[in-house]
C-alpha cells in the first residue's frame, strides 16, 4: 500500500490521534519523515491502556507500523515504551527481530515521557524548534491506540470504540473498549460504580484532563474516567477560577524560579519561561510583552502549577488563559524564535513519575484496570460529529434510517481536515443535528 492509498483509508475509516489530540492521522503522513516513533510512554499517572493495548497486539502493530515505515520511506522506527513496562517490552522485544530497522527505545519513568516535542528528543537527540511539529526534524509520532486502529482499517474495521480506563473511586477499576457516543455513566457501571458521595469526574489525565460530568460521551480521543473526591486538592486545582489564580499570583509568587527549572520545553532551549510571565502578569508590566507571547509555546503539562510551585500557584491556568486571548485576537506564535540549547541540567531535572502521583495524592489508586472481556452495549448512543481537531463531518443518514455497525454515517467534510464516523452499533437513527448523530436499538 503507497501512501496516497494508505492517507485514503485513514480517512475514510475515521483514524485520528487516540493519545488525546484527535489530529487526523492521514495528515500526518508525510515523505519528510525518516524516522517514525510508536509512542507507548502513557506518561499521565494513573493511565495503563496503551501499554495493555501494545501488550495485547504487539505483531498487529508493529507489522502495521512496518507498513506505514515504508510507505513513507523512513529508515528507522523507535517502539517508546518505558522500561517499567515489563511485560510490554517483553513482548516487543520478541517480535523486533521480524523486523528491519525497528528498534525499541526504553523510555525513563518520568513525566511528561509522552510528550512528542520530548519523545522526540529522548528517542533520536532531536529537538524539535518551539512552535514547530517533529517532522519539522524528519520524525512522525503514532500512538499506540492509532496504529492498532489503522491495523483494523486494513482489516475493512472503522473505528467505532475506544478503549478507555476508568479509576479512582470505583469497585473495580477496568480498561473497557467502550462503544462511541457511550456515556460516562454507563462506562462507571462497567467499573462497579461509584464508591464515595458527590465526587468530581476528570475526564482525561490527571495532570491534562478536565472536569466533566458523567452525561458526557465517548469520543475517539476519551482516554480515561478518573473518579476523585471534589476536596483533593488536584480537584480543587482544576475547579479554580483564573481571575482567584492571578490574585493569588500577585499576592505570594515569590520569583523562586521552580517552574521554569523543571519545565520541560524549557530545559529542551524553547523560549517559555514560566517565572518570567508570572513575574510580569502579577505585576502588570506590559512594556515588554516577550513573557506574554512566549506563553504560546507552553504545552500546558501541568508540571509548573501541580508538582513544582513551592506557593500552590497557577502558572499553567495563566498560561493558557494568556494564550487563549492571544489567539482570540489573531496572534500566532512567532515563527523560528530564537532557541537556547538543551539545559545541561535536563537529565536530573525530569520529575519520577512516582513522585508526582505521590505530589498529587493518587498513590491510593495507583491499582490494575484489567481490560474487560466485555464489550458494552447501550440501547443507545450519541455519536459528536466533531471528535478530531478540524471541521466536523457530515451526516450521511437521516432521521429514521436503519444503519449497521460499521456503517457510514457522517463522511469527511470536502476540502477540509476531517475524517469519516461509523456507527457504533445497529439501530435506528432517531435523531440527527449539526453536531451529533443518535444511533438507537
Same mark, same amino acid.
Given at each position: ?11 475514510? $475509516? ?11 492521522? $492521514? ?5 519528510? !519523515? ?79 515521557? &509522552? ?11 532531536? /529537538? ?27 482489516? %475493512? ?6 478503549? /478507555? ?5 470505583? !469497585? ?5 473498549? !467502550? ?41 475517539? +480521543? ?35 524560579? $521552580? ?9 529542551? &532551549? ?39 510551585? &513551592? ?13 487563549? &486571548? ?20 535536563? *537529565? ?51 432521521? %429514521? *434510517? ?24 445497529? %439501530? ?9 448523530? +443518535?444511533?438507537?436499538?
Amino acid at each position: 500500500m503507497n501512501i496516497e492509498e494508505f492517507k485514503a483509508l485513514l480517512r475514510d $475509516y475515521g483514524i485520528v490521534g487516540a493519545g488525546g489530540a484527535g489530529f487526523p492521522t $492521514y495528515a500526518k503522513l508525510d515523505k519528510r !519523515a525518516d524516522t517514525l516513533i510508536l509512542n507507548c510512554a502513557e506518561c499521565e499517572p494513573l493511565l495503563r491502556l496503551h501499554r495493555q493495548v501494545l501488550k495485547m497486539y504487539t505483531h498487529e502493530i508493529l507489522s502495521t507500523l512496518d507498513l506505514l515505515a515504508k510507505a513513507v520511506e523512513a529508515k528507522t522506527v523507535y517502539i517508546g515504551v518505558k522500561g517499567s513496562y515489563k511485560r510490554t517490552v517483553e513482548a516487543v522485544t520478541a517480535e523486533l527481530d521480524s523486523f528491519e530497522n525497528m528498534k525499541l527505545c526504553k523510555l525513563p519513568e518520568v513525566y511528561p515521557a &509522552g510528550d512528542e516535542v520530548v519523545l522526540t528528543y529522548q528517542a533520536t537527540g532531536r /529537538v524539535v524548534p518551539a512552535g514547530a511539529i517533529p517532522l519539522s526534524v524528519g520524525v512522525t509520532v503514532l500512538n499506540v491506540e492509532t496504529v492498532y486502529n489503522i491495523y483494523r482499517a486494513m482489516q %475493512g474495521l472503522p473505528v467505532t470504540h475506544k478503549y /478507555v480506563t476508568v479509576t479512582g473511586e470505583v !469497585a473495580s477499576p477496568v480498561t473497557v473498549y !467502550a462503544p462511541l457516543g457511550m456515556t460516562v455513566a454507563q462506562l462507571l457501571e462497567q467499573a462497579g460504580g461509584v464508591t464515595i458521595d458527590d465526587p468530581a469526574y476528570v475526564l482525561g489525565g490527571p495532570m491534562m484532563g478536565r472536569i466533566g460530568s458523567t452525561a458526557e460521551v465517548v469520543t475517539k +480521543t476519551t482516554n480515561a474516567v478518573l473518579v476523585l473526591p471534589k476536596n483533593l486538592p488536584l480537584v480543587q486545582k482544576k475547579l479554580s477560577k483564573t481571575t482567584v489564580d492571578m490574585k493569588r499570583a500577585m499576592a505570594a509568587c515569590c520569583q523562586c524560579s $521552580y517552574c521554569t527549572s523543571l519545565c520541560p520545553r524549557h530545559l529542551l &532551549g524553547h523560549p517559555i519561561d514560566p517565572s518570567a510571565f508570572m513575574y510580569a502578569a502579577s505585576n502588570g508590566i506590559t512594556n515588554d510583552a516577550t513573557p506574554y507571547v512566549n506563553a504560546m509555546f507552553c504545552s500546558s503539562c501541568g508540571l509548573c502549577e501541580l508538582y513544582s510551585c &513551592g506557593q500552590g500557584l497557577s502558572p499553567r491556568s495563566l498560561l493558557t488563559d494568556c494564550k487563549n &486571548g492571544l489567539r482570540q485576537h489573531g496572534l500566532k506564535p512567532p515563527a523560528n524564535p530564537p532557541m537556547r540549547g538543551v539545559d545541561g541540567a535536563r *537529565d536530573y531535572r525530569m520529575i519520577p513519575l512516582s513522585r508526582l502521583r505521590s505530589r498529587l495524592g493518587l498513590d491510593v489508586y495507583n491499582k490494575s484496570a484489567p481490560v474487560s472481556d466485555t464489550i458494552p452495549e447501550p440501547q443507545r448512543l450519541r455519536v459528536l460529529l466533531s471528535q478530531h481537531i478540524g471541521a466536523p463531518a457530515v451526516p450521511a443518514v437521516a432521521k %429514521g *434510517d436503519r444503519v449497521e455497525a460499521g456503517q457510514l454515517i457522517a463522511h469527511a467534510a470536502e476540502n477540509a481536515l476531517s475524517v469519516a464516523i461509523h456507527a457504533p452499533m445497529s %439501530g435506528t437513527v432517531s435523531d440527527v443535528t449539526d453536531r451529533v448523530i +443518535t444511533i438507537t436499538k
